[in-house]
């Protein structure tokens, strides 16, 4: 801390997985709680401020570091939740099965904007980007006893095979389920999302 030494910090995933972010500075000390605190920094700003302007440059980079640091962690809670929910799920859509992880998201039940929205797995599904984009579109909704039911007007559309195969087929499909009970998506929350999309439907 008083060298102001540039660390690197390994945020635990996983066992075993972990996603890292620097420069990372320690910027307070409490031993009497054996803690201390640690503030992300931008790369880049943090060089230049070796050069060293002072007090002046001192002030900025506190602000520049709680900005960074708010944002760092934001990051690393979604990298943290999307890695979870996609391990919980085997790494396939629990709709369709698609395995191409550069296609598969980590989708919210609540979304992380509403005080309910909690980033742990049980408020998450693994799904393709297209399932992604129609679930958060209320398309269809998993009901609480993880059946799917799909928009009356979804249903009733003509075009292309994406539509039969993808939307209209999945209509009172069971969802995939993570081994894990404890990982099985919450039934309260999808209750409460249920009722949006009968709401909307
Ligand atoms: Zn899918």
């Given at each position: 801390m008083r060298e102001r030494v540039p660390l690197v910090y390994f945020h635990g995933v996983e066992p075993g997985s972990y996603v890292a972010a620097y420069p990372v500075f320690v910027v307070g000390d409490a031993p009497a709680a054996?803690?201390?605190?640690?503030q992300v920094d931008d790369a880049s700003a943090?060089?230049?401020?070796?050069?060293g302007r002072g007090r002046v440059a001192e002030d900025e980079a506190a602000a520049r570091?709680?900005?960074v640091t708010r944002s760092v962690r934001q990051r690393l809670h979604q990298v943290?939740?999307?890695?979870?929910?996609l391990r919980a799920y085997q790494?396939?859509?629990?709709?369709?099965?698609?395995?191409h992880q550069e296609l598969l998201d980590a989708a919210h039940i609540i979304p992380d904007s509403d005080p309910e929205?909690?980033?742990?797995?049980?408020?998450?599904?693994?799904?393709c980007k297209l399932h992604h984009a129609a679930f958060d579109l209320?398309?269809?909704a998993i009901r609480?006893?993880?059946v799917i039911e799909v928009r009356p007007s979804i249903l009733a559309g003509h075009d292309g095979p994406m539509l039969i195969v993808g939307l209209q087929q999945i209509h009172h499909r069971r969802i995939l389920l993570p081994r894990r009970p404890i990982d099985r998506p919450d039934p309260l929350r999808l209750e409460r999302r249920y009722e949006e999309f009968l709401r909307a439907s």
């Open positions: 054996l803690t201390f605190m640690l943090a060089l230049a401020m070796d050069i570091r709680a900005y943290a939740f999307r890695e979870r929910v790494e396939r859509c629990t709709l369709c099965s698609l395995r929205g909690e980033p742990v797995v049980s408020n998450g599904v693994a799904l209320l398309f269809f609480p006893d993880y």
